[in-house]
C-alpha cells in the first residue's frame, strides 16, 4: 500500500530535494514543502526540480519568491496532519 510522504525543507535544501527525488522509488505519494527561504538555482537543485516535477510530485512553499503553489503555514500545518511520514531537513 502506498504511503503519503511530506518533505519539509527547510535547512539542507539539495539534501532534501534529493531525498525527494529517492522517496518516489516506491511509487508512494510524495509531496515537497519549501519553507521560508527562496531555493537557489545551480545544477542540482534545477535537475531535481525538473526530475520532481516529472515525476508529478507536489511542491509547494510558503515564500511567494518561490515559483510553486504557494499555502501559508497555517495551510501546510494542516495538509501536514494528512502524510503517514513527514521528513524534515
Same mark, same amino acid.
Given at each position: ?8 525543507? $527547510?535547512? $539542507?535544501?539539495?539534501?532534501? /530535494? $534529493? /531525498?525527494?527525488? =529517492?522517496?518516489?522509488?516506491? &511509487?508512494?505519494?510524495? #509531496?515537497? @514543502?519549501?519553507? %521560508? +527561504?527562496?531555493?537557489? #538555482? +545551480?545544477? %542540482? /537543485?534545477?535537475? &531535481?526540480?525538473?526530475?520532481? =516535477? ?8 510558503? &515564500?511567494?519568491? &518561490?515559483? @510553486?503553489?504557494?499555502? #501559508? ?5 494542516? /495538509?501536514?496532519?494528512? !502524510? +503517514?511520514?513527514?521528513?524534515? !531537513?
Amino acid at each position: 500500500m502506498a504511503k503519503k510522504i511530506a518533505i519539509l525543507v $527547510r535547512d $539542507r535544501k539539495h539534501e532534501a /530535494m $534529493r /531525498m525527494a527525488v =529517492g522517496a518516489t522509488l516506491l &511509487n508512494d505519494e510524495v #509531496s515537497v @514543502f519549501i519553507m %521560508d +527561504d527562496k531555493l537557489e #538555482s +545551480d545544477y %542540482d /537543485m534545477d535537475t &531535481n526540480i525538473q526530475m520532481l =516535477g516529472d515525476l508529478k510530485v507536489k511542491l509547494y512553499s510558503n &515564500n511567494p519568491e &518561490n515559483q @510553486f503553489e504557494q499555502k #501559508s503555514v497555517e495551510e501546510i500545518a494542516i /495538509m501536514l496532519a494528512e !502524510y +503517514d511520514v513527514v521528513i524534515p !531537513y
